[in-house]
């Protein structure tokens, strides 16, 4: 024990003396602490659109202070013709344009119904389909549907989980698991071969330390890193952005360990095949950038093809956000987190045995 516990001093002392770790350690926390938490945000406010309003009347009046009057909405921009309606959305100038026409308060006023057309920017569809949820509230609030609606009758939603559909409410919880894997993988996979870069991992070779031995010791900084941060922002999502926790702060730190461990496998099995640093560092991109895009973050994976749905089975991140949102907005049970749970084991264990085979064959 005590011959661990002084290589695992050592390799917590070189990575807190190593400027370029440490710049992992701090930096990228804080820029995706930013980034993810103000500017990539899901919501679509301040929409500008544009009014062709044939009528004139009254009620086509009022519709318009309602746009006006909506926090939604920033500029509401009138024209004349359908072709200013066309040069405003070719030129980006408007994200939607709301078509009021003729009979418009002619048949309001006869006590018929009504109706307005919309044209929205395909370019830009996401942003397009919320703002033309927007446009129906304010029309709906009139009685008057957009031809885009179903003119049937109303629908009661209730969003579960997320009432007001807080869009923190789901990136917070995410970025546990994006910065917890930058610990995992950047600090361990630049282990070894800054090592080899300064001559000391022949040392460690010729030293009496076992191999698992010196695996616990480079898995000892990123493992307390991983923690470090994982409780940072668990704790900002609450007392900063009001994200709240429903579930069994246990069931949380055993997931976090679990995924920890699978991250770090993956971050060991770089550092034991890279030669560089900067090797290792082209490693932990290739591995990083794909295992965002196939967690579920940034697209559902019920959305992807079929056969890349099976590659996500072997991705620590997908397993991790599922817990990360259970146990933030819905308090998932004990079975359902531990469904999740085994995966991360299994990944675990088998990224670090390949970690083990590659150290072993390089000290023998």
């Given amino acids: 024990m005590s011959r661990l516990r002084a290589s695992i001093v050592k390799e917590i002392w070189a990575v807190l003396r ?7 350690l701090v930096l990228p926390p804080l820029v995706q602490l930013m980034v993810f938490s103000f500017a990539t945000t899901l919501e679509v406010k301040k929409v500008d659109i544009a009014v062709y309003d044939r009528s004139g009347g009254a009620h086509a009046v009022e519709l318009v ?3 006006h009057g909506s926090s939604y909405f920033r500029h509401i921009r009138p024209v004349q013709s359908p072709a200013e309606v066309r040069a405003a959305i070719d030129r980006r100038e ?7 026409e003729q009979d418009f308060d002619r048949r309001l006023n006869a006590g018929q119904s009504a109706s307005v057309g919309l044209i929205l920017d395909g370019r830009r569809s996401n942003a397009a389909q919320i703002a033309a949820g927007y446009v129906r509230q ?3 609030g009139m009685g008057v549907p957009s031809t885009m609606a179903n003119a049937g009758g109303g629908v009661a939603i209730t969003h579960w989980f997320n009432p007001a559909l807080e869009y923190t409410w789901f990136t917070l919880p995410s970025l546990i698991a ?6 995992g993988l950047a600090i361990t996979s630049q282990s070894v071969s800054r090592q080899r870069e300064d001559g000391t991992f ?5 030293s009496p330390l076992r191999t698992h031995e010196i695996l616990i010791a480079k898995m000892t900084p990123a493992f307390l890193m991983g923690l470090f941060n994982g409780t940072l922002f668990w704790v900002i999502a609450q007392v900063v952005f009001g994200v709240p926790f429903f579930g069994s702060i246990i069931l949380f730190y055993l997931a976090l360990v679990a995924f920890l461990l699978a991250m770090i496998g993956f971050g060991l099995f770089i550092s034991a095949v890279s030669m560089t640093q900067q090797q290792s560092f082209m490693g932990t991109f290739l591995v990083m950038t794909p295992m965002l895009l196939l967690s579920g973050y940034a697209s559902p994976i019920e959305n992807m093809p079929e056969w890349l749905q099976y590659v996500t ?3 620590p991140q997908r397993y991790f956000l599922i817990i990360l949102h259970g146990v933030f907005l819905k308090a998932m049970p004990v079975s359902e987190i531990l469904m999740q749970v085994w995966p991360l084991v299994v990944i675990a264990i088998a990224m670090l045995s390949a970690a083990a085979w590659m150290f072993r064959s390089r000290m023998e």
């Fill in 18 to 24: 190593d400027r370029k770790a440490r710049i992992v």
């Fill in 178 to 183: 994006i910065i917890t894997a930058v610990a």
């Fill in 202 to 206: 022949d040392q460690l070779l010729v």
């Fill in 65 to 67: 202070q309602r746009l």
């Fill in 94 to 100: 408007v994200l939607a344009a709301l078509v009021i």
């Fill in 313 to 315: 089975l072997l991705n």
């Fill in 138 to 140: 304010v029309t709906g």
